[in-house]
């Protein structure tokens, strides 16, 4: 076909663009940033065929002068592919203007969340060739092969191309493949692997699965899965002895590391998976390792075999402790009871706990708020996490926000908090995520009291969360940003200059004593 490029069988020269940053401060940060197992499997998947792939690790926005001597350094490209989540959408669309301008032959394509939950918003972003909805490895290896083979590649399943013409081709996505174990292991290499900040202090990040078999209505996973031919097979894992191979082949290459990370979506979804990867891992691998399970499939058994396999602490998705919203908004039917109870299996075999809570929500206001506050002092959770909710498009949730006038028309990436809610201003919402652990430990402090004292000190505490007025709210959020902004400098110059001491102290933070 006229106007598309062919290298006239030359392998391609491929750039991976990650922009890894949450906040938007424009910082020189030289090293570490995060770990993409997905521009890692693309990686392997392309070199395994002989093509070239680099990475730009973008760690703070760029400007344009800072963007485009990057671009220069790194060298020629034939194809650059943008990793594109929703809240960097913004910057990407930046970046790819300044890559057209700089590079205006080269061949743009994106892929990763944004571009499969909003692909018709992203194929009409200026200067986007093509798009991958879901998964990218066999959609961009083709792209790769066909293009050095100067083939037309306009029909690859799984992507969208505009044509020299103008006009859109939306082709159908290809049919999941069951066999992860078929991937070869991720390209670490790919990566400052060393250097991350993760590494840095001993841990590794690794998954062993994709996709999650849940219908959490914030979450991007229940939409993803509508995306492909046979959904059914959407969660999948790697087989246990090729989880371990892959683990084995990060150590040998990274003695360093002295912690996993697990970031699967539910480390514990497949039973009958989990009990055998777990045996495997305690007679070959054994490190201490952390994870993301979930209650309602959760047993005391499974718990106790963690532990003895080495899991120190664990995560949590609690969300919400109001159970009208849990059960209503967020499609999360567990109720108080089952989530108290199963947490007393980690007091009891000494694993320590860290919750993920979702502040912000439709409907929410900080009543509703405080009771997530006080679920997780009621289940001693060791740590917590306040994550203010983003609807992330394609999703139920953000279908319930938008329906309910909630969002504005245009979210800004520079915005805290992107509902507009009466009943939960914004300043509240900033004030809740702030101090959340603050008021948690001193909830877990009224629990334990005698409750004649006990309940007069929570209502006090009640009173202190609830009855302010705009005024303070707003002066105590400053107060801790100027705290936070601190600790997040003093944590990275401990983790880049005193690594040891870090993991020293990470060690101690997280060791807990069985109670039973």
């Not at 996993?260 to 480390?267: C, H, S």
């Not at 039973?271 to 994870?291: A, C, M, S, V």
Request: charged share 30%.
């Amino acid at each position: 076909m006229e106007g598309l490029k062919n290298l006239h069988g030359r392998k391609v020269r491929e750039l991976l663009v990650y922009p890894d940053y949450t906040d938007r401060i424009m910082s020189g940060k030289l090293t570490g940033g995060n770990y993409s197992e997905g521009l890692a499997s693309i990686s392997a998947v392309l070199k395994q065929a002989g093509h070239e792939v680099k990475l730009m690790h973008l760690l703070f926005l760029h400007t344009e002068q800072e963007y485009k001597e990057k671009l220069r350094e790194l060298g020629e490209f034939d194809i650059i592919g943008f990793s594109m989540r929703t809240t960097a959408y913004t910057d990407c669309v930046q970046y790819i203007k300044w890559t057209k301008e700089e590079r205006p032959d080269v061949f743009i394509t994106c892929g990763s969340y944004h571009p499969t939950l909003a692909p018709e918003e992203v194929i009409e972003i200026p200067g986007v060739d093509a798009l991958t909805i879901g998964d990218g490895e066999y959609a961009e290896l083709e792209l790769a092969d066909m293009m050095s083979a100067g083939e037309d590649y306009t029909n690859i399943e799984s992507k969208w191309f505009r044509l020299p013409d103008g006009s859109v081709k939306r082709n159908p996505v290809r049919p999941l493949f069951a066999d992860l174990d078929r991937l070869p292991i991720p390209d670490f290499e790919l990566f400052d692997y060393d250097n991350l900040d993760s590494v840095k202090v001993g841990t590794a990040i690794v998954m062993m699965s994709r996709g999650c078999r849940y219908n959490c209505t914030y979450c991007g996973n229940s939409q993803f899965r509508n995306v492909y031919p046979n959904k059914k097979i959407y969660s999948r894992f790697r087989s246990p002895q090729n989880g371990i191979l892959y683990l084995k082949t990060l150590l040998a290459k990274h003695p360093q590391i002295k912690v996993i990370n697990f970031r699967d979506a539910i480390f514990n979804m497949i039973p009958e998976w989990f009990d055998e990867f777990i045996e495997l891992y305690k007679r070959e691998i054994h490190l201490p390792f952390t994870g993301n399970i979930r209650f309602d499939i959760l047993t005391e058994d499974t718990v106790r075999r963690m532990k003895e396999a080495g899991c120190y602490t664990i995560d949590m998705g609690l969300e919400s402790g109001d159970q009208e919203m849990r059960f209503k908004y967020l499609k999360r039917f567990m109720t108080d009871e089952m989530m108290i109870n199963c947490s007393q299996w980690f007091h009891k075999y000494g694993i320590a706990q860290l919750t993920y809570n979702i502040i912000g929500l439709p409907y929410e206001d900080i009543h509703k708020a405080l009771k997530t506050i006080k679920l997780n002092a009621r289940m001693r959770a060791d740590r917590v996490i306040p994550n203010i909710f983003y609807p992330y498009p394609g999703t139920e949730l953000y279908e319930t926000a938008k329906k309910a006038g909630f969002m504005p028309d245009v979210i800004s990436p520079d915005v805290r908090v992107p509902l507009i809610q009466e009943q939960f201003p914004e300043h509240e919402v900033l004030f809740i995520e702030a101090y959340f652990q603050h008021f948690m430990k001193k909830y877990r402090r009224a629990f334990r009291m005698p409750k004649w004292i006990g309940k007069p000190y929570e209502n006090w505490l009640d009173r202190r969360v609830t009855k302010r007025h705009a005024w303070s709210y707003k002066f105590l959020v400053k107060v801790h940003d100027i705290y936070a902004h601190i600790r997040s400098k003093v944590k990275d110059f401990v983790i880049d200059h005193l690594p040891k001491v870090y993991m020293k102290l990470r060690m101690i933070k997280h060791h807990k004593r069985p109670e039973g």
